[in-house]
């Protein structure tokens, strides 16, 4: 074999790798690697609504801890009701972006917006934000 067809054939061979990888990671989110996609049966999905609830405790722990006694005006504690819509990013681990029904202490329904980052390979999740939702309907 010449030196020319190895370099050929081992290109061709780097290029149908990329793109497998590249395929197989879309799959993941089912669409467009950094992209966004929807999360379908968002009630019915476990991981989800665990993820809704790890977010109002994390928000609730956040305010203890920063010393707001009336859970950062909602007067206590949040409680979680449900993830009412999802959407996932593939980036550095998964990025969960949930719209959360809760309820305030004072029995106030309101809709959170909260970003959560999964790194399953390190057993790791975080609130990375959690803030009333500006379209609560």
């Known amino acids: 074999m010449t030196k020319q067809l190895?370099?050929?054939?081992?290109?061709?061979?780097?290029?149908?790798?990329?793109?497998?990888?590249?395929?197989?990671?879309?799959?993941?989110?089912?669409?467009?690697?950094?992209?966004?996609?929807?999360?379908?049966d968002v009630k019915t999905n476990k991981e989800v609504q665990e993820l809704g609830r790890y977010s109002v405790q994390q928000f609730n722990r956040m305010q203890k801890k920063a010393g707001k006694k009336n859970g950062g005006g909602y007067g206590g504690d949040l409680r979680f009701q449900e993830v009412v819509e999802a959407e996932t990013q593939v980036v550095s681990g998964v990025e969960y972006y949930l719209k959360i029904a809760a309820v305030t202490a004072g029995g106030v329904p309101k809709t959170f917006d909260a970003v959560v980052v999964v790194k399953p390979w390190a057993h790791s999740k975080e609130l990375l934000d959690f803030d009333p939702s500006p379209h609560t309907k």
Not at 7 to 25: G, I, N
């Open 6 to 40: 190895r370099t050929s054939a081992l290109l061709l061979f780097s290029f149908l790798a990329a793109a497998a990888l590249v395929t197989a990671v879309s799959g993941l989110g089912g669409g467009m690697v950094g992209g966004r996609t929807k999360v379908k």
